[in-house]
């Protein structure tokens, strides 16, 4: 019931085009859902984030979709740039007065292609 | 403002041996966490601190030992190394009082030959 699911393994997008990763949930206590980005060498930096009371959550590019019903979010990258070119990690956790204690999904490696 | 740092950035161990990887973070962060993370296999969290002189174990705490003696330091204790603890470690740390973000470092690449 700790489990995120996270799809697909790997993306090869075109310039331009749009970028979909999807995560599963099952713990309904889950009430933050972030999404990290990792670029290699480094560690993995906040991309944007989102709670279960919105369905959507934009911010520039990226979009979250969020389906409480359904126990699942996305994540969108809009006009996907070769320096989007990382990898993307979903994540959720129980967030008590500040303290995280994140379960990750296992990752998805986008490329995108000039 | 450096954020988390960790020390070494690379280590080859032979089995057997032991060895402290350091994390120290100058953002004066209440929580800090070491997470470990295998090809395909997304982060797993192995010790997590609340506060100085608190510890607790996360999801994959076996063969490890930490401590937390000032705020600002979180060192991850690896004894008597074996390969299956070959991976790429991160420390992370947040404030506590209400910031969303967690802050990690840029990885320490341990290999167990």
């Known amino acids: 019931q700790q489990q995120v699911k996270q799809s697909p393994q790997s993306l090869i997008v075109q310039k331009g085009g749009i970028s979909i990763i999807n995560c599963a949930y099952e713990?309904?206590?889950?009430?933050?859902f972030p999404w990290y980005q990792q670029f290699p060498g480094k560690g993995p930096a906040l991309l944007i984030a989102?709670?279960?009371?919105?369905s959507e959550k934009k911010e520039g590019r990226f979009t979250i979709s969020f389906n409480k019903s359904a126990k699942q979010f996305s994540l969108h990258i809009m006009d996907s740039q070769p320096g989007d070119s990382a990898t993307y990690f979903c994540?959720?956790?129980?967030?008590?007065?500040?303290?995280?204690?994140?379960?990750f999904g296992t990752g998805t490696r986008l490329l995108v292609s000039p | 403002n450096a954020g988390v740092t960790q020390t070494p950035k690379f280590r080859i161990l032979k089995i057997g041996q032991s060895m402290t990887l350091q994390c120290a973070q100058d953002?004066?962060?209440?929580?800090m966490y070491w997470y470990r993370q295998d090809p395909g296999m997304g982060l797993k969290l192995i010790y997590y601190?609340?506060?100085?002189?608190?510890?607790d174990k996360g999801e994959v705490p076996n063969g490890y030992n930490v401590s937390r003696s000032t705020t600002e330091d979180f060192p991850l204790r690896l004894e008597l190394a074996a390969p299956s603890q070959t991976s790429v470690y991160f420390c992370?740390?947040?404030?506590?009082?209400?910031?969303?973000?967690?802050?990690f470092g840029e990885g320490s690449w341990l290999t167990v030959v």
């Open positions: 992370a740390s947040i404030t506590g009082e209400g910031g969303n973000t967690i802050y």
């Open positions: 989102i709670r279960p009371d919105v």
């Open positions: 953002m004066n962060h209440n929580y």
């Open positions: 994540a959720a956790s129980i967030r008590n007065t500040g303290f995280q204690k994140l379960v």
């Open positions: 713990n309904t206590a889950f009430d933050y």
């Open positions: 601190s609340v506060g100085a002189g608190i510890t």
